[in-house]
């Protein structure tokens, strides 16, 4: 806990930032920031520079209730810069997606480096769709205990992070509503991590 030194007459929000410089999601009154730090990459659970994203900032609010940016410098250069990105003056930044159907260029190349890329951030589940596909880390991660359970409970798929807890939390509210037998299959090379899954 810490201190700050904010004006009691102002009124302020906390936004959640993933990537550095990039869109900031504005935590609500039923967001629970410990909830939204349990879906970030391990590393970044860690104490880590502000650069390598994943951090949360505190924004005045004005009476009509929009945001004062209080580094609005920032913003322009970082909305000149993804101007110039549209115009093609300079590459997209590589990021990862979370669903392979968001992929700007959908090819095996891009597919497999956007798999790498979130494999590398400790983000071992990628949708395809409805469908989940799950890299096999070969180490424990503590990504399936009651809180996650709890988290992915009665979300929308693709909402949060993906997770194999989500696919089975959209099958059993299926089963609920329809009143049909849902089915889940899960498929891979021998050694993959099915048993883990299931």
Known sequence: LFRSDLDGTKHYLLA??????????????NDSPVQRVLLW?????????????????LQERNTDGSIKYVHLGQVSKEKEARQMVERGFLPRRHEDYDDLCNLPNLTETSILENLK?????HKIYTYAGSILIAINPFKFLPIYNPKYVKLYDNHQLGKLEPHIFAIADVAYHTMLKKHVNQCIVISGESGSGKIGRA
């Open 41 to 57: 990459p391990r590393r970044a659970q860690d104490e880590h520079s502000q650069k390598d994203g994943y951090y949360f900032l």
């Open 117 to 121: 890329t979130r494999f590398e951030k």
């Open 16 to 29: 959640e930032v993933k990537e550095s410089g990039g869109e900031e999601w504005v935590l609500d009154a």
